[in-house]
Structure formats: C-alpha cells, structure tokens
C-alpha cells in the first residue's frame, strides 16, 4: 500500500497552518520532505501533521522553535533516563517542602504546576507522535 504524501500547501491545510509556516520548520530542520519529486517540490507523510501539532503544543508551553529544533536534531536521549532524574528531583523536593516561607512556597508551588503541565503535555506527545 502507497504512503499518502502532501504537498506543501495540503499540509499546511491539514495541519491549520500557513505554507510559510511549513517551510520555516523545514529550514529549521522541524519536518523533513519524505521525498521530492522530479520537479524539486518537497513532498510529506502524514506524521508531519502530527509533528507540527505538536510543535504548536510546545510553543504554547514556552518552549521555543529553536529548543525545538535543536531537541530533534540531537542525538538519543532516553526518555526513561530523564524520568529517572525527575523522579529523584520530585524525591529531594518532598523532603524539602515545605520551605516555611509561604512566599516561597507560593514560588516554589508555580513552577510544580508549570512542570506538571510539561510533564503531562510529554505524556500527550509519546501518544500522539508514536
């Protein structure tokens, strides 16, 4: 069976984007063309659509187009590592909470919330781009 291939423009409909869009993630190294026909025009899989829906999730978390980009272009890193230290970090930092100082408990609470939301918006992401 064929693996359906967009244009840029079908992409960028599919995907709720601009093509110019697209092709700023292409020059960012974001999506790469699954191929490119005999008249040089780049051509994407389907999973493209899910990348830059996910890269619109990560936007919105804070996270900038070049992390990004440079996240993708790295070389293997293990989720189940990353894990690992979060899990000892959440560990140092039940044994330190709380700090006394309700300001810096209100500070320190902000950015449990705000790792949380990354944490979970990841989960969301190993579905969706698996």
Known sequence: MAVELLRIGELATAAGVSPRT???YTRLGILTPAERTRGGFRMYDRRAVARIAAVRRLEQCGIGLGVIAASLQAGETSPTAVLAGIARDTEALESAAPTGDPAT???IV????????LITTA????????
């Open 22 to 24: 697209v092709d700023f």
């Open 110 to 117: 902000a950015v449990l919330e705000r790792s949380h939301h």
């Open 105 to 107: 408990d209100r500070l």
């Open 123 to 130: 989960a969301e992401l190993m579905g969706v781009l698996s």
